[in-house]
Every structure is written in structure tokens, then in C-alpha cells.
């Protein structure tokens, strides 16, 4: 759990920024498989040979090109601590840009019953016109919460995450932090991704036999920077943010070591004067209780789905659905109107295609127009106005292929997604917590469509596997109004996903 989270089959948020990162989920999968569905409570090795040559055996030569910054260890704990950095340069047609994150990542164990991770990032960055747009839009910088202006062209924004993991025997285990954390076997979920900033929650996992319960209460924020929810008055950077408190029950069933599949409820609780009051209901560890009291149609924004996945030594096969059905009501006209809202994922992974080491997916996600939203927009499946499933948030059709390739130290990854996504301001999308349009028609992508096309290409040079420490280089390609084109290179290390394919 050092640095993922532990959320059922969950994947981890750190696994998904390496490059070699297919390679290391296949690892994964098999550990938590084995374990009863709940990732184990260790980083995936990224087992790449040693730099030959008497120096790189030396002291100081062992601490750049393998070992961890500062380690101490025994039979009864382990504590691992290395920089964290992302130096990057981005050139393009009218564009200079870059990014500077320095930091620390943190982790260990007691006793094997009690592990902990912390990490802090402290950035300053100048992007690609559309992260400006999408910043601008919505105040935040995907994955991120709030930032400030800075040098009046760039952004400056910081980001602190931990968690502490208590095994307290075979058959229940508690996590507590603030951390992100990703529901499923895909680039993307529909549930619950790293695609907005990190959460405080409260995770219980009660493993079974072939069944695991996982009880997720978490508390996510409203911060409404550019008036979203047209109060009249826009919170101030500094202010209290209006808080509401989410839930999200997993019911697992894995008949055999092959397949898993999962029940999953969401809801996002009733606010009272901007914030959720506390309610026993948010820690309710029964799975469809609330669900069937209130249906679809209560003071709650209520979710529903499934998760089935199916893998073995050569791939992985796995797929999504979400069902939101919305409800509202028109006060002058006295009636009420029901629309099924939904969202699917379907998605396989291949491992060792041809040759060694060459892994590649393919996947494909929809999510229909006004999924996720409620007619009280403080209630909207948003956290810090960013969707938390993608940051699309809804309205949108996607096709996804990456390929990965490991040779010795050199990682490469070629990755192309194709969005057909609904823009017209006439519908109000669930991205931002803001009312719904009442005067409208379902359809495939509803409203004007607008294509957009993302590809990019990166390879690198493993300094470091231990630290994750990569010098890159890269080229991405973005046609959506307008083409964009850039280069990048620079020194980082694996260890928070930058969120910018859409």
C-alpha cells in the first residue's frame, strides 16, 4: 500500500505515471489475485539489471543508479526515504513551457502490520494552451487543487499526500489519509480515478474467503472559484470551502484466481447550508442499504455499478458500468422528469506481444451526457470542480491505445486517444458542480461534437529504478479547435501521474 491504495482491486496511481507501467501492472494484478483482491502492502519491483562496471558497485555509484536516498531496515521495520522532482522543458509553435516540482516521498512499515506513505510536491509550471484554457475555466490544474498566478504567464500549486495502513489481522484491515485513490483495472475508471486532487478518507477492507467488502468514506470539496454554482458571490482562494462527504461501497467476489467480479454503490450525501451534515449512513458498512431505503430518487446522489475482470499470464480482459439515474423537477411547470444516465468501460491489456517486455492496451470508455451531475449542483460527483472518474467529466466517447516497451533501461511508451466529446454551453456538463439545463434531448454525444485527437510519444534512460528517476524526452501532438504541437525533456521521478490526455 506504500503508494497505492488499497481500494479493493485498485490500481496504483503511482504504477499508472511509469513508463514501464503495464509491466508493473501485471505484477500487481497477480499480488492482489493471490492476497484475496486487496493489493499487497508493498511498491511493485521494477526489476531492471544493474549498471555493470566496478564504479556503479561503489557506495556512491549503488546510491544514484539503485538504492534509495536514505533507508533503514530490519526484521521489524523499513523505512525508505528519495527526492522527488520533475525538471521539465516543453518547446512548441508559440509556446515555451516548463515545469519545476521538487519534493520527497517517504514510506515504510512496522512489523509488516502498519505501513505509511507521505509525500509533498512544491511546483511552478507554464503549460500547453488547453491546460491554460482548462485552469483558467475551472481554477485548478487537473489532478490538482488551487494555484496561484505566477511570473503573470505560469502557475504555481503545491500538493501533499499520505496515508497510514493498520493490518489488524487476516480478515480486516483499516487505511486513513489523504491520497488518491482508483477503483479498477483501466488507464481510466468510471468510479473513482486520479483524475482530480487527492481526497481525506476513511477505508475499511473486511476479506473473506472468496468475498472482500470495502467500505470508502471520504470527504471531497466544493470549492466553487469562479462562481459555478451562480451563488452571486465568488469564494475567495482562502475561504472555508464548502465540504461534502462521499461513500462508496465494493462487494467483491473472485471464484477463482482468474476472475473477480464486483458490486459497487456510490453516493455523494445531502448538504445543508453548503456542507454535508454527518449522518451514521456515511460510515454504513451494508452495501445497498442506502439504495434500497431511498432508490434513485432521494436527497442523495446515488450510483450504481459493476466491475468484472478476467486475467491471466497473457492478458488482461475488464470491463465497467455505471448507472446514475438522474431525476429532477421543474417547479413551474409541476412536473418531474427521470433520465437513465450511464457509463461503460471496456478495455484488455496483452502482455509479452512478440517479444518480451511488449505490452499494450486497448480500451474504450462512454460516459452520457449529464452522468454524475444532480439537480443540486452541490452534490454533483465533483471534488475541487474537477470530475474524479475523468476529467472529461461526461458527454464524451473515447477510444484509447498505448503500447509500452522495456529494453534493459530504456522504457518506451506510444499512446493515442481519440475523444468525440459534446460542446455546446447550451448543456451544462457534470465537470464543474453547476446546475443542470432542463430543456433537453439524450442522445449519443448530446449537443454540438467537437473531435479531438491526442498522441505522444516518450522513451528514457532509468537512472534510478528505486527512486523512479527517468531522463526523458518526448513529443505530443494535439488537434482538438486547434493543432498543438510540443516537444519535452527533462529529469523526474515516477511518483504522481501528470493528467493530460483529454
Not at 515545469?99 to 512489523?111: P, Q, V
Not at 503573470?152 to 500549486?157: F, G, K, L, R
Amino acid at each position: 500500500m506504500l503508494c497505492f491504495s488499497l481500494v479493493g482491486y485498485a490500481q496504483s496511481t503511482w504504477v499508472k505515471q511509469d513508463l514501464s507501467g503495464l509491466e508493473l501492472q501485471k505484477q500487481l494484478i497477480s499480488d492482489s489475485l493471490k492476497s484475496g483482491i486487496i493489493s499487497p502492502p508493498k511498491i511493485p519491483e521494477l526489476k531492471i539489471d544493474s549498471l555493470s562496471g566496478k564504479w556503479f558497485q561503489t557506495k556512491l555509484g549503488r546510491l544514484l543508479f539503485q538504492d534509495h536516498l536514505i533507508k533503514a531496515s530490519n526484521d521489524d521495520y523499513a523505512v525508505f526515504l528519495d527526492p522527488a522532482m520533475n525538471f521539465q522543458i516543453m518547446k512548441g509553435k508559440g509556446m515555451d513551457g516548463y515545469i519545476n516540482t521538487r519534493g520527497f516521498h517517504l514510506n515504510g512499515h512496522l512489523k509488516h502490520r502498519i505501513y505509511f506513505t507521505s509525500s509533498f510536491f512544491e511546483n511552478q509550471g507554464k503549460f500547453p494552451e488547453y491546460l491554460d484554457a482548462y485552469a483558467e475555466k475551472y481554477a485548478v490544474l487537473p489532478g490538482y487543487s488551487r494555484m496561484k498566478v505566477y511570473n503573470e504567464t505560469a502557475w504555481d500549486y503545491a500538493s501533499a499526500l499520505g496515508s497510514v495502513h493498520l493490518i489488524a489481522n487476516d480478515h480486516l484491515n483499516f487505511r486513513l489519509g489523504h491520497d488518491k485513490l482508483f477503483i479498477g483495472s483501466g488507464h481510466r475508471s468510471l468510479f473513482l480515478s486520479d483524475a482530480a486532487f487527492q481526497q481525506f478518507f476513511l477505508q475499511t477492507n473486511f476479506p473473506i474467503g472468496k468475498f472482500q467488502f470495502t467500505n470508502l468514506s471520504m470527504q471531497w470539496m466544493n470549492p466553487n472559484f469562479n462562481n459555478f454554482m451562480e451563488t452571486g458571490e465568488i469564494v475567495s482562494l482562502e475561504g472555508n470551502y464548502p465540504r461534502k462527504f462521499t461513500s462508496i461501497h465494493i462487494l467483491q467476489y473472485s471464484p477463482n484466481d482468474k476472475w473477480n467480479i464486483s458490486l459497487i454503490e456510490g453516493l455523494v450525501f445531502h448538504t445543508e447550508g453548503n456542507h454535508s451534515p454527518f449522518s451514521v449512513h456515511m460510515i454504513n458498512p451494508f452495501i445497498l442499504s442506502r439504495s434500497l431505503m431511498t432508490g434513485f430518487y432521494g436527497d442523495d446522489n446515488l450510483t450504481l455499478g459493476v466491475d468484472v475482470r478476467y486475467h491471466n499470464k497473457k492478458h488482461l480482459l475488464y470491463a465497467q458500468f455505471l448507472l446514475d439515474e438522474f431525476s429532477f423537477s421543474d417547479t413551474h411547470v409541476a412536473m418531474e422528469i427521470h433520465k437513465p444516465l450511464y457509463a461503460y468501460q471496456v478495455g484488455a491489456v496483452f502482455w509479452d506481444v512478440l517479444v518480451p517486455n511488449f505490452n499494450f492496451r486497448i480500451e474504450h470508455n462512454y460516459v452520457n451526457a449529464f452522468c454524475y451531475s444532480h439537480e443540486n449542483p452541490e452534490i454533483s460527483w465533483t471534488h475541487y470542480n474537477q470530475n474524479p472518474a475523468h476529467p472529461l467529466g461526461s458527454n464524451f466517447a473515447e477510444f484509447l491505445v498505448q503500447l509500452q516497451y522495456l529494453y534493459k533501461r530504456i522504457p518506451m511508451q506510444l499512446q493515442v486517444n481519440y475523444f468525440i466529446h459534446g460542446d455546446d454551453e447550451l448543456y451544462s456538463e457534470s465537470l464543474a458542480p453547476q446546475p443542470v439545463n432542463l430543456d433537453y434531448q439524450l442522445s449519443y454525444i448530446t449537443g454540438n461534437t467537437e473531435q479531438i485527437i491526442y498522441a505522444d510519444f516518450e522513451t528514457g534512460f532509468y537512472l534510478n529504478p528505486a527512486w523512479r528517476s527517468l531522463l526523458f524526452a518526448g513529443i505530443t501532438y494535439r488537434q482538438a479547435t486547434e493543432k498543438e504541437v510540443w516537444l519535452r525533456f527533462g529529469l523526474r521521478t515516477n511518483l504522481n501521474r501528470q493528467i493530460r490526455d483529454f
